[in-house]
């Protein structure tokens, strides 16, 4: 089956740990995102990476770091840096930049801090 | 980011009737997107748009990229209780860089 696999579905941390969700996609594509879904708000940009070691900061990256040293892993971890980390998050992917391109998504992990 | 304006937020409407929804940006797009999040899962894509004016049908969906490149039109006819959630649009004139609507939600009654 292709596509993207996000892990876990659902995480609880507690105040002060970082954690680590997964993302893993079989579609080979070059570009991968991550993005942060809050109740009735749009999709914020935290972090993409266009190319294996190489990523940039979204509209929200604070709290947030990622590594790509996998073209089809692109892990998220949330930092005790984070302030609010209570959200659905949603990993995407596209095949390359340029015109055309379409974004597609995993089924997204649920992060709530206890 | 720039968010784009999509409207209506919410729509309740019988069983059987067809939907309207739009989206507009305040730059040019080369890509509209349309897409369907169900409760707690990941947005599943509808439809693809690359050159303005097309339309392009997708079963019951039929979507529009306007022909001034800053907007779409998502027209679901004849619905049905499956098509509950929200909908929502991206935009993309560099293709690594999307902006999404903040979504429609619909509600069918039967």
């Known amino acids: 089956d292709g596509g993207i696999t996000q892990s876990p579905k659902y995480l609880f941390r507690k105040e002060g740990q970082n954690v680590t969700l997964s993302c893993e996609q079989n579609?080979?594509?070059?570009?991968m995102y991550w993005y942060r879904q809050d109740p009735g708000q749009g999709l914020r940009l935290i972090y993409y990476?266009?190319?294996?070691?190489?990523?940039q900061k979204g509209d929200i990256a604070e709290g947030y770091s990622v590594s790509r040293e996998k073209k089809e892993s692109f892990p998220l971890t949330v930092t005790s840096a984070q302030k609010n980390p209570t959200a659905f998050y949603l990993c995407?992917?596209?095949?390359?930049?340029?015109?055309?391109?379409?974004?597609?998504f995993g089924e997204g992990s649920w992060l709530t801090v206890v | 980011g720039q968010q784009l304006n999509q409207s209506p937020q919410s729509m309740f409407i019988q069983e059987g009737e067809d939907v309207s929804m739009n989206c507009t940006s305040s730059?040019?797009?080369?890509?509209w997107l349309w897409y369907k999040q169900d409760p707690g899962e990941g947005p599943v894509l509808l439809i693809a748009?690359?050159?303005?004016?097309e339309l392009t049908s997708n079963g019951r969906l039929t979507a529009q990229f306007g022909i001034t490149r800053k907007d779409s039109f998502l027209n679901i006819s004849a619905s049905i209780p499956s098509d509950v959630g929200i909908y929502f649009c991206?935009?993309?004139?560099?293709?690594?860089?999307?902006?999404f609507g903040t979504g429609t939600s619909l509600t069918v009654i039967p």
């Open positions: 579609l080979n594509h070059d570009a």
């Open positions: 991206a935009g993309t004139n560099t293709g690594n860089q999307f902006y």
């Open positions: 990476s266009q190319i294996v070691n190489d990523f």
């Open positions: 748009l690359y050159k303005a004016g």
């Open positions: 730059s040019i797009f080369n890509t």
């Open positions: 995407a992917s596209s095949i390359s930049a340029g015109p055309g391109n379409t974004i597609y």
